[in-house]
């Protein structure tokens, strides 16, 4: 089935103690060079059938409605190109 991801992170000028806390915890850690932390949401949505402008079009209608917070959050969406017998890299 084909698979339309939508990704939300706050706008730049919004605060993100969530990355902020990631990112203090990174050098405790042993992980060095990071310089910035942001923390967002990322949503799958599996669709019925081709995924067609209209489709898109219905996907972003949501994600101003419902999976983002307009005010404070900014968006995109796009089509998961992933090859299906890819492995994931899990731990």
Not at 6 to 25: R, S, T
Not at 38 to 43: D, L, M, V
Not at 46 to 62: F, K, N, P, Q, Y
Request: no cysteine.
């Amino acid at each position: 089935m084909p698979k339309v991801v939508v990704d939300v992170m706050p706008k730049p000028e919004i605060l993100d103690p969530q990355g902020k806390a990631v990112l203090g915890a990174l050098p405790r850690l042993g992980f060095d060079g990071v310089s910035d932390v942001r923390q967002g949401k990322r949503f799958e949505l599996e669709v019925d059938g081709e995924v067609t402008d209209e489709v898109l079009a219905r996907v972003h209608e949501m994600a101003g409605t419902l999976l983002s917070n307009p005010v404070i959050e900014n968006f995109t969406v796009h089509v998961d190109e992933a090859v299906a017998d890819t492995p994931d890299v899990v731990s």
